[in-house]
């Protein structure tokens, strides 16, 4: 649809890297990038960020509405109705939680983000329009863990550790000269759990 054409990590991966005083590693950005459904768990296991700043991001970036699938409790007949139609292994993929839906629009929670393109295939598999809101990743993998049977719910992120530390990326937003990016101290577990 005409007005997602700019979802896009790319897009999100700059304001991260451009933040005052974020820290978004070159492996972090790099890993994040590799992959349609990894990016916001490769962004958090890269450290740096937490699950709520980067959706915060995400909202200020593409002024998209902020509601946390555990406040806004999804209707368990639409979840019911989108298993029963083999959407399940889909939502677990993507991280996406069906929210709402009214007429033919699909009210879904998104991981903090996904690109357009997932929200097309969401529309193509459903029949109905998605109307994506902002959601965090882990309320989004815990509910999908216990709501939607299936496997694990999300890719597995790159490792955020590397061997060799990565080389610094540095600051375009401030004009910081000699200011890099540098990996900062592990804050969180895999899939952005925090330890």
Request: hydrophobic share 40%; proline share 12%; charged share 20%.
């Amino acid at each position: 649809m005409k007005q997602r054409y700019r979802y896009d990590y790319r897009r999100l991966a700059t304001a991260l890297a451009e933040r005052p005083g974020g820290q978004l590693t070159e492996a972090g950005l790099g890993a994040a990038l590799a992959g349609p459904e990894a990016f916001p768990w490769a962004v958090l296991a890269g450290g740096g960020i937490s699950d709520w700043e980067l959706s915060q991001v995400v909202c200020e970036v593409y002024g998209l509405p902020f509601l946390p699938v555990d406040r806004a409790q999804p209707d368990p007949a639409l979840v019911a109705e989108l298993m029963a139609a083999g959407i399940g292994p889909f939502l677990r993929r993507t991280g996406l939680v069906p929210l709402a839906k009214n007429g033919s629009l699909l009210a879904v929670a998104m991981p903090a983000l996904v690109p357009a393109e997932i929200l097309d295939e969401l529309q193509r598999v459903t029949g109905l329009i998605p109307a994506p809101v902002v959601g965090t990743v882990q309320t989004n993998e815990r509910w999908l863990e216990e709501h939607v049977p299936g496997e694990a719910p999300f890719p597995a992120p790159p490792e955020a550790e590397a061997k060799d530390p990565p080389a610094a990326l540095p600051r375009a937003a401030d004009g910081g000269a000699g200011q890099e990016l540098r990996r900062p101290p592990q804050a969180h577990g895999p899939r952005g759990q925090e330890q």
